[in-house]
């Protein structure tokens, strides 16, 4: 890949990490791309656009997920839903179906970058579900490559239930943040694009097409499922992925944005990230695309 050094001002937040990632942000029919371990301009590179689509071809999402993957986690979710003790919620919930006319809700683009950027920092969200929910709309759809709802009382659920087995069997589990990034969605007026799919909010789809953003992140999902000597395999999760954070102005909340989709996929296909629970650790890689 051919790349030179560019000097740029675009407004882009990397993270410090563990290892170097990228974060990126359109700039015409460029990407400016910086590396995690800083942010200066100088070593900012440009890739094709082209490049760019290449490398998210290997992602795994939900459409492209084979049925039985699908099958066996919706099973395993209603199950565990049914059979959980009802407890005080991890996660500030509503009542109501339509967004929320709240002062807490982040008002510009960066400030909902920069909540985002503590739900995995402080708050380990991927493992505790303890998600900010005044940057999402109620009715916000929530995608992986397994599974698929609507509702941030739905999400609220579905993590809260889960916490409990997360407690008993994993330990040393942590929220890696690779990079994040703000951008916008070039399809934006195009009826088919993915963002405009998942839109259900009568507030969101009548806003303006052009304030269509989303954050980026990159990410790593890793803990050892081994503080029960039940799963004596010793298995691990270690998954590298990425989620879009689709959002818009609220116009029930004049100076508010929201997330209104949640779009999250792997670096692997999502059976081998199924199997990570039935084998032991490190026996699939946790990406496919270096």
Same mark, same amino acid.
């Given at each position: 890949?051919?790349?030179?050094?560019?000097?740029?001002?675009?407004?882009?937040?990397?993270?410090?990490?563990?290892?170097?990632?990228?974060?990126?942000?359109?700039?015409?029919?460029?990407i400016i791309?910086? #590396?995690?371990?800083?942010?200066?301009?100088?070593?900012?590179?440009?890739?094709?656009?082209?490049?760019?689509?290449?490398?998210?071809?290997?992602?795994?999402?939900?459409?492209?997920?084979?049925?039985?993957?699908?099958?066996?986690?919706?099973?395993?979710?209603?199950?565990?839903?049914?059979?959980?003790?009802?407890?005080?919620?991890?996660?500030?919930?509503?009542?109501?179906?339509?967004?929320?006319?709240?002062? #807490?809700?982040?008002?510009?683009?960066?400030?909902?970058?920069?909540?985002i950027?503590?739900?995995?920092?402080?708050?380990?969200?991927?493992?505790?579900?303890?998600?900010?929910?005044?940057?999402?709309?109620?009715?916000?759809?929530?995608?992986?490559p #397994?599974?698929?709802?609507?509702?941030?009382?739905?999400?609220?659920?579905?993590?809260?239930?889960?916490?409990?087995?997360?407690?008993?069997f994993?330990?040393?589990?942590?929220?890696?943040?690779?990079?994040?990034?703000?951008?916008?969605?070039?399809?934006?007026?195009?009826?088919?694009?993915?963002?405009?799919?998942?839109?259900?909010?009568?507030?969101?789809?009548?806003?303006?097409?052009?304030?269509?953003?989303?954050?980026?992140?990159?990410?790593?999902?890793?803990?050892?499922?081994?503080?029960?000597?039940l799963?004596?395999?010793?298995?691990?999760?270690?998954?590298?992925?990425?989620?879009?954070?689709?959002?818009?102005?609220?116009?029930?909340?004049?100076?508010?944005?929201?997330?209104?989709?949640?779009?999250?996929?792997?670096?692997?296909?999502?059976?081998?990230?199924?199997?990570?629970?039935?084998?032991?650790?490190?026996?699939?890689?946790?990406?496919? #695309?270096?």
């Amino acid at each position: 890949m051919q790349a030179r050094k560019v000097a740029t001002t675009s407004h882009i937040f990397v993270a410090e990490s563990f290892s170097p990632g990228i974060a990126s942000k359109n700039v015409g029919s460029r990407i400016i791309v910086y #590396t995690a371990k800083n942010n200066n301009n100088d070593d900012a590179i440009v890739v094709d656009e082209t490049e760019k689509e290449a490398s998210s071809s290997s992602l795994s999402n939900y459409n492209d997920t084979d049925g039985a993957s699908k099958g066996v986690v919706s099973l395993l979710t209603g199950i565990i839903n049914a059979n959980s003790e009802k407890e005080p919620s991890l996660l500030k919930t509503t009542t109501t179906t339509t967004s929320i006319v709240s002062d #807490t809700a982040p008002k510009s683009p960066e400030e909902l970058l920069e909540r985002i950027r503590k739900d995995y920092v402080e708050r380990n969200y991927l493992w505790t579900g303890d998600l900010d929910i005044d940057c999402f709309f109620n009715d916000c759809v929530f995608t992986d490559p #397994t599974i698929s709802f609507v509702g941030t009382d739905k999400f609220t659920e579905n993590t809260q239930n889960l916490v409990p087995l997360v407690e008993k069997f994993a330990e040393n589990y942590k929220s890696e943040l690779i990079s994040i990034s703000l951008g916008n969605n070039p399809n934006s007026n195009d009826s088919d694009s993915d963002s405009d799919k998942h839109t259900t909010n009568t507030s969101i789809s009548e806003g303006n097409d052009a304030d269509v953003m989303f954050v980026e992140s990159r990410w790593r999902m890793v803990g050892s499922l081994t503080r029960s000597p039940l799963l004596f395999w010793k298995p691990k999760i270690d998954v590298i992925g990425r989620t879009k954070f689709w959002f818009k102005r609220d116009i029930n909340a004049p100076g508010s944005y929201r997330v209104y989709f949640y779009d999250e996929s792997w670096e692997i296909a999502a059976f081998q990230a199924l199997l990570q629970l039935i084998t032991p650790a490190n026996t699939f890689p946790n990406t496919n #695309t270096e």
